[in-house]
């Protein structure tokens, strides 16, 4: 069996990676460091950076699932990963692995990120991505095991 996992990578950098950079931008900004904003949020002139650090985490992926791989369509504005199953997979996990591979790319780039820009924070993002990284292995290889039902003889 094949599924498709699909990310909208515009809606990945432009609204999660931005909305989160400037999230943390803004708690750290203080009198003392009013540029945090401006040095840990991303901008359009960032693009080629953050597509740097996806085709990264494309990489790590294909090192940890790559045997499941059945097609990759990356173009600048999706991301599509076609991967064979077990003929059992639980369908009903579709959704929640899509969005586990999701997440899995958007704290893989903003751990990458901030490793420029808020060192502090950017091991836990490194780490909560590898998670989501587990999530998405977990869930494409889950199987929905059947009880055969046998007529009852009395």
Known sequence: MNITL???????LRNSVAMLTAYTGAK?????????????????????VLMQYFDECRTEL?????????????TDTAYSLGLKVYDTFNTALL???EQALYNYFLYGILGRWY????????EAYLL???????????????????????????
């Not at 699909?6 to 990945?12: A, C, P, S, T, W």
Request: proline letters at 4%; a negative charge.
């Open 6 to 12: 699909n990310i909208d990578k515009v809606r990945l």
């Open 28 to 48: 750290m900004a203080s009198e003392d460091t009013p540029d945090t904003l401006d040095n840990v949020g991303t901008v359009d002139e960032d693009d080629p």
């Open 62 to 74: 294909a090192k940890e699932i790559g045997y499941a791989y059945t097609a990759e369509d990356n």
């Open 95 to 97: 959704g929640v692995t």
């Open 115 to 122: 490793m420029l820009t808020n060192k502090g924070e950017a």
């Open 128 to 154: 909560r991505s590898a998670g989501y990284l587990d999530e998405v292995k977990s869930g494409i290889t889950q199987k929905v095991f059947t009880r055969k039902m046998y007529p009852n003889y009395v």
